[in-house]
Nanobody, 115 residues
């Protein structure tokens, strides 16, 4: 059974940077797209960014120009580079992977941005 494992969260001051990683286990194959989502305290989970198998990317307006999603195909790892972080970026960040036959969520990693 496949799984996703996120890492890289932490506490950072506003204006700082973090890079999140999400590694897929070897049993996840033929990924169609990879997403990052986040959930702030008391709010619904929201979509942040998408990377398709073809290399296309898309971002929520709130993070466009500050966040970059990328992938290391050799390690089946997706990254989220977050720059110029704001307090409103605080939340638990989740990665999501979709294949033809299944979808997977990671366990989440906490990002806290102090003002």
């Amino acid at each position: 059974q496949g799984q996703l494992v996120e890492s890289g969260g932490g506490l950072v001051q506003a204006g700082g940077s973090l890079r999140l990683s999400c590694e897929a286990s070897g049993t996840i194959h033929s990924i169609n797209f990879l997403d990052w989502y986040r959930q702030a305290p008391g709010k619904q989970r929201e979509w942040v960014a998408t990377l398709t198998s073809g290399g296309s990317t898309n971002y929520a307006d709130s993070v466009k120009g500050r966040f970059t999603i990328s992938r290391d195909n050799a390690k089946i790892t997706v990254y989220l580079q977050m720059n110029r972080l704001k307090p409103e970026d605080t939340g638990v960040y989740y990665c999501f992977a979709a294949t033809v036959v299944a979808s997977y969520w990671g366990q989440g990693t906490q990002v806290t941005v102090s003002s």
